[in-house]
């Protein structure tokens, strides 16, 4: 990375690092009103797959033609922060289920998560900060 607090990841990049985490947030909406719900996920073929139970984030995923997901990480110096734009469908073939399997995702509640759902992107986008203090706004740039 450079030395500028913000840099504009690539593609491969931003699927890189969100591979790299397993928890992230589902945007929808639900009546008209917007919904966000942490999920634990896995990358696939650069999709987001998760799985959930009947419900308000199955119903408002898949209702909609648009869904954000979001995940980041960070420690002291840095972070990132990558966010994909997509469709959310739930699998429902034999073959979907099988590949989805395949990926290991496991509840971490001690919940029935009966539905896979897959949310193929449109858009990804990703950066990556440096973290400091904020500059002087007095300061003189020559």
């Not at 799985?51 to 648009?66: C, D, I, M, W």
């Not at 496991?106 to 029935?112: G, I, M, N, Q």
């Amino acid at each position: 990375m450079t030395d500028e607090p913000a840099v504009v990841l690539s593609e491969d990049e931003s699927w890189r690092r969100l591979g790299g985490v397993a928890l992230g947030r589902l945007v929808t909406s639900f009546a008209g009103e917007p919904e966000i719900f942490p999920v634990n996920y896995a990358v696939q073929n650069r999709t987001v797959l998760f799985r959930t139970a009947e419900g308000t984030k199955l119903f408002s995923a898949v209702g909609h033609s648009v869904v954000l997901f979001e995940a980041d990480d960070h420690d002291v110096a840095q972070g990132w922060s990558v966010i994909v734009r997509g469709r959310a469908r739930v699998l429902r073939t034999a073959a979907e289920i099988e590949e989805a399997e395949r990926a290991q995702l496991v509840p971490w509640t001690a919940t029935v998560k009966k539905h896979y759902v897959r949310v193929t992107p449109t858009e990804i986008t990703g950066r990556h900060f440096t973290f400091g203090p904020e500059p002087d706004p007095n300061a003189s740039f020559a």
